[in-house]
């Protein structure tokens, strides 16, 4: 376990019926636990043997060349922990959906009382989720109360149970005008960058509401700044930005009708028995007793 302990993550491994060992030549496996691609690199590059490694995050982009230098071998597998954090990401995904469309960004702000009054309900809307792994997969169970009509975006068409419809991100176009919500919830990839610019902004109706609980970088935000500025959009609810953190003084921190929750959809404390869990499973796959559970596709980087 590198390059620190965690007594949590300790148990997990002993769990799944492993030990927790220093780094040698007879290591099999390794828990990763901090996003240092290049330390990592060193590791591997000094013990080729080790046939398994779990990586911290759900989102991988910063290992992506070091995973795309092993794509087409057998080994290691790497396993991340996307879907770990499914719960609390679509959680906060709805909580900022609310706020958004009630109008608590500028609300919140307000000296003096508001009027005429404002808000939007979310009963009924049209939602567009892009995106369709486990926060996907938990949005679709949290916003069904809600009673909404919801569209997955996704690579392909495969239809993910419980969405009204599954269409191809080729066609993403052709959804954004009906959405009263967009939540953004797709890894950060080469073809995910910016897919959300002036263009695709520009689409949505005014009063739509643009949630994004993925990764900034899916977002142009000079775009979304600009949207914002102009009156377009009820609101935009960001967990996510980039660079992170925000630097102080940057203009979306002033944008109009925004709320920026500095990436704290899933903390330390709400991850740690989740990511354990993931841990143990691997541990036990590892020593042949079930499947890996969120293996990376080096090649695809997710």
């Not at 590791?43 to 795309?68: C, K, S, T, Y």
């Not at 066609?171 to 073809?191: G, H, K, Q």
Request: glycine residues 10%; contains cysteine.
């Amino acid at each position: 376990m590198l390059p620190f302990a965690h007594e949590a993550f300790e148990a997990a491994v002993v769990s799944g019926g492993g030990v927790v060992e220093p780094l040698s030549a007879a290591t099999r496996g390794l828990v990763w636990l901090n996003l240092d691609a290049g330390a990592l690199a060193s590791v591997l590059a000094e013990h080729p043997g080790i046939e398994w490694i779990q990586l911290p995050m759900a989102g991988i982009e910063r290992f992506a060349p070091l995973l795309a230098a092993h794509a087409g071998r057998g080994l290691p597998v790497w396993t991340s922990a996307k879907g770990v954090f499914a719960e609390p990401v679509a959680e906060h995904a709805v909580g900022l959906t609310l706020a958004v469309l009630r109008g608590l960004p500028e609300k919140s702000r307000s000296t003096s009382w508001a009027d005429p009054k404002t808000g939007i309900s979310l009963y009924g809307c049209r939602v567009v989720i892009i995106g369709a792994g486990g926060v996907a997969v938990e949005l679709l169970r949290l916003l069904a109360p809600w009673e909404v009509d919801v569209t997955v975006v996704r690579r392909g068409d495969d239809p993910l149970p419980g969405a009204n419809r599954t269409v191809p991100v080729s066609r993403l176009a052709e959804v954004l005008p009906d959405a009263d919500v967009l939540i953004l919830a797709a890894a950060a990839t080469a073809e995910t960058a910016h897919l959300i610019g002036a263009k695709e902004l520009a689409l949505l109706k005014p009063s739509a509401a643009l949630i994004n609980i993925a990764r900034g970088s899916l977002v142009d935000q000079d775009a979304l700044v600009a949207a914002l500025t102009a009156g377009h959009l009820a609101g935009a609810g960001i967990d996510v930005t980039t660079p992170e953190p925000l630097p102080d003084g940057h203009p979306l921190w002033t944008a109009p009708r925004i709320v920026i929750t500095s990436h704290s959809a899933d903390t330390p404390e709400m991850t740690a028995p989740l990511l354990s869990e993931r841990i143990r499973a691997n541990v036990a796959a590892l020593l042949g007793d079930g499947g890996f559970v969120g293996m990376v596709d080096p090649t695809a980087g997710y």
